[in-house]
């Protein structure tokens, strides 16, 4: 799960009898077009829009597509920030639109947002507080640039901090919950002293906490905020605005110690994305070990947050073989698999559940920057330099996040879905290919050997 010097896009391997076999909505980071792909590979479906995404859409129950919009001219060059919101009806048509995106305010809609079942929409923004007014809160002095930063071609002064709004279907802001509301000491507060090191530019400076992420529970009427350069995630009351439960990153909020070289202390999530609840209340989250001392990699986690413990892991016995240091996503299907999106190189890939899980799908995606597609994919179709809001190193066919519905899920119900074609005639069936179908099928019946095999003497992981 890797980046590779060469390798042939579309579907990789495809056991059909391991998979939860459904439909697969993509939308690829540089195309206006969201697409809803069979487990082969091919277009099922497609909504065409004004605007690339930002960063990824939901398949809503009614029908609708739920989608973020990516502006050209943010208020805000960092944090994946967007600018908006659409809902599209399956023809495509314009149900809603919602844009915040104010130059002079300096606020702008994150990438972050989430469906609620009352039809209203959670978001992510972004607010501006200049150094004065941080410094008066207790922020320690001298730790954010006096004349700002240039980022991306504009100047970014102070500090920049999440809110959350949610949305009505009118576009009327019904509920707000602001991170400035909630900076001190402690474990229900965000520590306004506690950031990055130096090293990591704007990360330890203008953009402080970053929330990458959120989703809602309807039973416990609580929301769960991802928060990437905390490499944490805390639930929030939508009740009363109380930060209730936080895991990750204890060194946060002074109850455990800070990683060092080589020591990864009492951190366990390292540049996490995309924590959501389970049916069971627990946390699935992506931990993308971004940065982590002893080395990245990435992991899907299972956290039991009555507990702490985590009862179920996804990991490669070879780290890097699985190592996404930016952005990605994962999604509980309805069979306990799991679907995997690996951002940087445009892979999707779903792993059974249980004590042994494995691969029984992927998929690489042939979209790339240009609009083009391909039916291979090189190392010379990476980023060279950071490109806008793009991380240099990453691939040109990427994408930020994948779900799958399965064929009985409502918002599919009386939809004509046989009418499948493939994405280029130049995308071939390679799971059912030579060498690809007998490499498969050693890749099954080989034993899944312990950690211990590859690490004697049970390494520290």
Known sequence: MAGV?????????YFEDLCFNGFNLVPPYFSKETFLLNMKGEIVHSWKSDYLPGLYAFLLEDGTLLRGI??????????????????LDWEGNVLQRYIKNDPETHECLSHAFCPMPNGHTLVICLENKSNEEVYARGRKPGTLPA?????????????YLDYIMEIDRDNNVVWEW?????????PDQFDLNFRLPDTYGYYSTHDWVH???????????????????????VIIDRKTGNITYRWGNPCTHGAGRAPSYGDDGDEILFGPHNAHFLPNGNIQVFDNGCQRPQGNRSRILEVDISTGNIVWEYKAHFPFNFCSPYQSSSQRLPNGNILVCVSGPGQVFEVTGGAEPRVCWEFVSPWLYDGSVTNYLDDRDAFVDNVSLIQKGFLKNMIHRVYRYGPDFPGLRGKDLSHARPIDPGIVHLWEMEPYKSGLARARNLPWPAPSTFFPGGKKD
Request: net charge negative; glycine share 16%; hydrophobic share 35%.
């Open 5 to 13: 010097h060469g390798i042939p896009t579309g579907v990789h391997r």
């Open 211 to 233: 929330f990458n992420n959120i989703d809602y529970d309807p039973v416990g009427d609580r929301i769960v905020a991802c928060c990437r350069n905390f490499s944490e995630f």
């Open 147 to 159: 004349e700002g930063t240039m980022i991306n071609g504009l100047l970014h002064q102070g500090l």
């Open 178 to 186: 602001h991170l400035w509301d909630h900076v001190g000491p402690g």
């Open 70 to 87: 990516r502006l050209t001219d943010a208020a805000v060059r960092f944090a994946g920030v967007s600018g908006g919101f659409e809902r």
